[in-house]
């Protein structure tokens, strides 16, 4: 049942990604915005984390059949994914995350090579949960300035994936419970809270970029 | 409080007052862009010069006096910004 989920959350998050990613690129070669560029950068890197996982989960099953799926390539994963939460992030003008000082800056990725990769996946976990928290707070504070309920759907699914992520991180201590399964849920919960105000995005009318491929 | 307006947003503006709002059918001067997108001269002239060239904006010499007309590219091009802006006003951005 849990691998069945897993392989379910994967394909949800990459094709809800890709989805996005896509509108987000058209709407780049459209209008030219660095906001939907970056939107398309972080929705592409959320889509392709996901695939990485859900190919991984594949392989192993029905090439490999080692019975568990390598850490290297959750972490990976997870990795890209949290790249594309830094994007969601950046464009609400995530500033404070930087260290000014050079020192903080230089030392600052040097954790990542003292640690096992089952710690590196905890610490992008963690960093994900704290970017992914960080857009759901500026989506619903931009919700109270424009009453755009699209916002409020897009807050509900950041703030699912970012639950999600949060009981994903915590299942570690407690491996047998129900958290994970229910991490997981929480999450398709979330990708699909995203997708809806992009699915209403009617690209019908747009006379698209000759340039566009 | 003002709002903080990004470049393509007044660009939005710029094309949206000549597209519903213009003083009358022969386009709109660059006195009443200036009144009715709230940006200053020197920059609206710069905005106007770039939109011109892209073929968003058709630049109209009436009566000794330049006056600004969207173009067919300049409605499909604000078609497309309002469509995304809405995009982009889900996820609490602005583009």
New interface residues.
């Given amino acids: 049942m849990e691998f069945l989920l897993e392989n379910i959350l994967n394909l949800v998050g990459f094709l809800v990604g890709l989805a996005i990613g896509i509108?987000?690129i058209i709407?780049y070669r459209?209008?030219?915005?660095p906001?939907?560029f970056r939107?398309s950068i972080a929705f592409f890197s959320i889509s392709i984390g996901f695939f990485v996982i859900w190919a991984g989960y594949m392989i192993e099953d029905f090439i490999i059949k080692a019975g568990s799926l390598e850490r290297w390539i959750q972490t990976l994963g997870i990795a890209i994914q949290t790249i594309g939460y830094f994007f969601?992030a950046f464009?609400?003008s995530i500033k404070s995350l930087f260290p000014k000082s050079r020192y903080f800056r230089s030392v600052g990725i040097f954790p990542l090579f003292i640690v096992s990769s089952v710690h590196v996946e905890h610490i992008f976990r963690s960093v994900s949960f704290i970017l992914l928290a960080y857009?759901a707070i500026?989506?619903?504070?931009?919700?109270f300035e424009?009453k755009?309920k699209?916002?409020i759907?897009?807050?509900a699914g950041l703030s699912f994936l970012a639950l999600g992520e949060f009981l994903g991180w915590y299942s570690f201590v407690f491996p047998e419970s129900i958290l994970y399964f229910v991490s997981m849920v929480i999450k398709i919960a979330g990708l699909i809270a995203l997708f809806i105000?992009?699915s209403k995005?009617?690209?019908t009318?747009?006379?698209f970029d000759e340039s566009f491929d | 409080m003002a709002e903080y307006r990004t470049h393509m947003k007044i660009i939005g503006d710029i094309l949206s007052t000549t597209r519903d709002d213009l003083q009358d059918e022969d386009g709109a001067t660059v006195t009443y862009l200036i009144r009715k997108a709230n940006v200053s001269h020197s920059r609206i002239s710069r905005m106007l010069k770039i939109l011109v060239s892209q073929g968003l904006l058709e630049k109209v010499n009436e009566e000794g006096s330049n006056k600004y007309k969207i173009s067919q590219s300049g409605r499909e091009f604000l078609h497309a910004y309002n469509t995304f802006s809405g995009f982009a006003t889900n996820f609490g951005l602005t583009i």
């Fill in positions: 509108v987000s709407g459209n209008t030219g915005s906001t939907l939107l969601i464009s609400h857009g500026e989506t619903i504070l931009s919700y424009n755009n699209g916002a759907s897009v807050a105000p992009v995005v009617p690209l009318k747009i006379k």
